[in-house]
């Protein structure tokens, strides 16, 4: 990720908001979003084949689609319950954890470890 842009980032960070509206869909379905065991799915593979998928997306592109994806992942959010979002044991396929530890992990957990590529772009908004 040393090499990525800032473009690349907020291209990645749109893919795992679109992972939540994903888990959100599926889960509620009663369908099991994806097979966490095929080594396809593996966040390092995720990673890999969205950043190659991204590359050559110009940055106003990328923006909109981040932008798109989060307007997204807030309407899949509105229709759940408390016990949706914070029951431990309301999604088996989760595990023992909430599904808001999904959503932290692939929104503003996740925007925290990117600050260093986040912040110049923030920069660049302003000015």
């Excluded at 893919?15 to 799915?41: K, M």
């Amino acid at each position: 990720m040393d090499d990525w842009k800032g473009k690349d980032v907020l291209a990645h960070l749109a893919w795992w908001h679109d992972h939540s509206v994903l888990v959100i869909e599926g889960l509620r379905a009663g369908r099991q979003p994806y097979d966490g065991t095929d080594p396809a799915n593996t966040t390092d593979s995720l990673n890999e084949r969205v950043h190659r998928e991204h590359l050559d997306d110009r940055p106003d592109v990328t923006r909109v689609a981040f932008n798109h994806s989060f307007e997204r992942l807030l309407a899949a959010i509105k229709p759940l319950t408390d016990d949706d979002l914070f029951g431990a044991d309301r999604w088996p396929w989760l595990g023992e954890e909430a599904l808001v530890e999904t959503l932290l992990w692939d929104t503003s957990r996740h925007y925290e470890a990117h600050h260093e590529h986040l912040a110049p772009l923030a920069q660049n908004a302003r000015t």
